[in-house]
């Protein structure tokens, strides 16, 4: 895998540590502190307001969003960055729901994360209409398809088990019945091969700073499918996402385009962290990374159960059909994975039991899989985790 030693080198880590938890929040590339530094400096400090036009801050959410879209298979110019993903959860959900209006039902899957739903509940009660958020197992969602359905809202990639939906499968069946989807891409973007204009699909949307690499906080990104570009109606329409901002009409027209998922003044400081994170992606080509990653997680797998018998695996075992992180239950699951922070392997926990680690090409290889088995064979079969101070949870887990 010597092809990513280029990308490695651009990362970051710490002396000692073995980093498997780039799907909760990547590391940090190298030249995003130079950029970051060059921003505050040179165009912040210098620039003052005029940054906005001289140094391009205003379109920046765009070219972003173009850069991702490229990784996610989106047609240039279907991509929004800004916010963060709840609200990107919303805004998707809501302008689709407003698409279907003689329809009441949200189909969802326990699998997926909770903001998401959460994030449905509340706009439901703010519409006050009558909707239903109808939840079923993963593994059950074809089947709960029906003419009822408005949006089908899912994550691609369970964030718990890594489970992997058939986006273009269940994109097309829920078209062929009247739906519309919004794919959530947590745990896909930069770990997977997405092909959203392939797919079909209606909206999407993702985070940043989980396999992207952004860092702490960095914006989200909505996709609208190019037949709905124009006709999607945003929920939040905030001044930004007007045809006209600067006009500052009194009335909201909303932009003709992916422009009216925008809603207020962007992150300009979080953004040129991402860019400089995205320049490290413009190296790769994702059917390679995805290739890496699952030859990566095979090895994980094979090492973890062939030396830990008390694990027991979570994820599927077919590298087709899972994203790119894998997970374990452990009944002790909180503590051991404190016990292997401790010896240097960070990966996280997923209540109720769930040990998770994040297989990220760009910055591992073969040598830290071997490693990282070795370590986490000794916490579990040698006890480390049994501490009390490895038993009481920290705020995040
Ligand atoms: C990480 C994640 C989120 C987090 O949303 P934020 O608004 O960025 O905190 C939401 N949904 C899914 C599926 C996630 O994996």
């Not at 540590?17 to 190298?30: A, F, Q």
């Not at 190019?226 to 009409?249: R, T, V, Y």
């Amino acid at each position: 895998m010597s092809g990513f030693a280029d990308t490695r080198a651009r990362f970051h880590l710490p002396e000692g540590v073995i980093y498997l938890d780039g799907n909760s929040l990547g590391p940090l590339p190298r030249a995003a502190t130079e950029r970051m530094a060059r921003v505050m400096q040179d165009e912040w400090g210098e620039m003052l307001i005029t940054g906005w036009n001289k140094a391009g801050w205003m379109a920046q959410p765009g070219r972003i969003g173009d850069r991702i879209g490229r990784l996610i298979g989106a047609e240039p110019g279907h991509v929004m960055v800004g916010d963060t993903l709840s609200v990107k959860v919303y805004q998707a959900l809501a302008a689709a729901l407003e698409l279907r209006p003689d329809r009441r039902v949200i189909l969802s899957d326990s699998g997926n994360f909770p903001s998401d739903l959460y994030m449905a509940e509340g706009l439901i009660r703010t519409l006050g209409q009558g909707y239903e958020l109808r939840v079923v197992a993963p593994e059950k969602v074809a089947e709960a398809l029906s003419e009822e359905v408005a949006v089908l809202m899912l994550t691609e990639v369970d964030y718990r088990t890594a489970r992997q939906h058939d986006m273009a499968a269940l994109t097309a069946q829920a078209q062929e019945l009247g739906a519309l989807t919004v794919w959530d891409l947590a745990h896909s973007a930069g770990a997977v091969e997405v092909d959203l204009a392939g797919a079909g699909a209606d909206f999407a949307v993702g985070c940043t700073y989980k396999y992207l690499n952004g860092g702490p906080g960095a914006p989200a990104f909505i996709y609208v499918a190019p037949e709905h570009a124009a006709k999607a109606s945003p929920a939040l329409s905030g001044w930004l996402g007007h045809e006209a901002p600067f006009d500052f009409d009194p009335t909201y027209r909303p932009a003709p385009d992916i422009a009216r998922m925008r809603v207020g003044t962007p992150p300009v400081l979080g953004m040129a962290a991402l860019e400089a994170a995205l320049d490290v992606w413009d190296m790769v080509d994702m059917r390679e990374v995805a290739a890496a990653s699952r030859k990566l997680s095979t090895a994980f797998i094979e090492g973890v159960e062939a030396a830990c018998p008390a694990l027991r695996l979570a994820s599927p075992r077919r590298a087709t059909e899972r994203g790119s992180h894998v997970s374990f239950h452990f009944a002790h699951g909180y503590a051991a994975m404190q016990a292997c922070i401790a010896e240097g392997v960070i990966g996280d926990f997923r209540a109720p039991d769930i040990m998770r680690f994040g297989i990220t090409p760009l910055y591992l290889d073969e040598d830290d899989i071997e490693r990282a088995v070795e370590i986490i064979a000794r916490v579990v079969n040698d006890r480390l985790w049994d501490r009390p101070d490895y038993a009481t949870r920290a705020a995040v887990t």
